[in-house]
């Protein structure tokens, strides 16, 4: 073979070793990340990637104390609004995110509370030796709906956003509780108790026409209006543990979106109505967990982690497209001890293993070449 023969022949066997080790880095690559049914890329190692505007408010129990709490939808900047030795709970945001009603017994007994969005200028809305509880703003602002034990069983009223003209809509000897208004205004969902067993109702707004819509011998709880009426999700024990379910706001579609064998509660729309927020007890180590999914269960993620008991979420204010605050080019997902989150884009077990092979098969390929080139 002669010299020129010689270097063609290994021009040849350089490109093919160039093409195949490019390859071989491509696969590689592969492994490091997902895709899942969200349409978002999230690492294998759980850290996400998604984009989530918007604030959600929580109840958490600081220092032994329960106090209303805001973190920003994409899991960081958590913060105390409250910061009071009474018992802050159940908060709810007025419609344009302006105001915050929420329960409190610092006045010594459960009374519906107004604050501005930032924890300032706290105002008692309700006065009654009674406990009032669970407000829930109607769409337009102007009134607040809630629950109240002072006609001696527990009820619905409607009050003025400003405390005035509080009037019990349910008269009913059942108790009820847990009212979340329509979309529209139109209507309100609550917890009717009947016997030993809460149902989810739904009834207009002044209290006619109420309507089963669960009707099981499970208990169901905390019922949620879906942003354009279609839905309601809520949470129940009929598969034995607690579990987020939805269905259409006729009760019909009901479907299991959670299905895990942990304690699920607790859930909240997105202002979009394209997510849920809600708690969790899925984690070892921890109390509870505030998660996100998708609206029909799927991309489970969670924002933050609490050693103390926390629930009540509720979602306000996305913005279309996010502001570019809310996305942060990485996001590892808030918990207790920063120090131990996963580091953000660390490729997954398997992605390590298939670049170590990639390096191997090059090695050996480049050390073949070498010594056909001595010969």
Same mark, same amino acid.
């Given at each position: 073979m002669d010299a020129y023969t010689r270097v063609e022949k290994m021009s040849r066997i350089n490109r093919i070793f160039l093409v195949f080790c490019g390859t071989l880095f491509v696969l590689g690559l592969f492994p490091l990340w997902e895709s899942d049914s969200c349409g978002k890329t999230f690492y294998s190692d759980n850290t996400s990637l998604q984009e989530m505007c918007g604030k959600i408010l929580f109840d958490a129990s600081i220092d032994d104390n329960s106090e209303i709490c805001m973190i920003d939808?994409?899991?960081?900047?958590?913060?105390?609004?409250?910061n009071n030795p009474a018992f802050d709970v159940f908060p709810a945001w007025s419609?344009?995110?302006?105001?915050i009603a929420f329960t409190s017994d610092r006045g010594g007994n459960k009374e519906i509370?107004? !604050?501005d969005a930032d924890g300032s200028?706290?105002?008692?809305?309700?006065n009654n030796p009674a406990n009032d509880v669970y407000p829930a703003w109607s769409p337009d602002g102007g009134k607040i709906a809630f629950t109240s034990d002072r006609g001696g069983n527990v009820e619905i009223y409607i009050m003025d956003a400003d405390g005035s003209n509080q009037i019990n809509v349910t008269k009913d000897l059942s108790s009820d509780s847990d009212p979340a208004w329509s979309p529209d205004g139109t209507r309100i969902v609550f917890v009717r108790s009947i016997g030993s067993n809460d149902e989810i109702f739904? !009834?207009?707004?002044? =209290?006619?026409?109420?309507?089963?819509?669960?009707?099981n011998p499970a208990s169901d709880a905390n019922p949620a209006w879906s942003p354009d009426g279609e839905k309601i999700a809520f949470h129940s024990y009929r598969d034995g543990n607690g579990e987020i379910y939805v269905v259409d706001a006729d009760g019909s579609n009901l479907v299991n979106v959670t299905n895990i064998s942990t304690t699920e509660r607790d859930p909240a729309w997105s202002p979009d109505g394209t997510m849920i927020v809600y708690i969790s007890k899925r984690e070892a180590g921890f109390?509870?967990?505030?998660?996100? !999914?998708?609206?029909? =269960?799927?991309?489970q993620r969670r924002l933050s982690s609490f050693y103390g008991p926390a629930g009540r979420p509720a979602?306000?204010?996305?913005?279309?497209?996010?502001?570019?605050?809310f996305l942060p080019p990485e996001y590892?997902?808030?918990?207790?001890?920063?120090?131990?989150?996963?580091?953000a884009g660390e490729p997954s077990p398997l992605g390590y293993a298939f670049i170590i092979l990639v390096v191997l098969v090059a090695a050996i390929i480049a050390l073949i070449i070498l010594l056909s080139k001595n010969k």
């Open positions: 939808a994409n899991g960081e900047n958590q913060i105390n609004l409250t419609p344009d995110g302006g105001k509370y107004i !604050m200028n706290i105002q008692r809305l309700t739904v !009834m207009n707004a002044d =209290g006619t026409n109420p309507v089963n819509l669960t009707n109390n509870v967990e505030i998660y996100v !999914m998708n609206s029909d =269960g799927t991309c979602w306000c204010c996305s913005s279309s497209p996010c502001p570019e605050e590892v997902p808030a918990t207790t001890s920063p120090e131990t989150s996963p580091v």
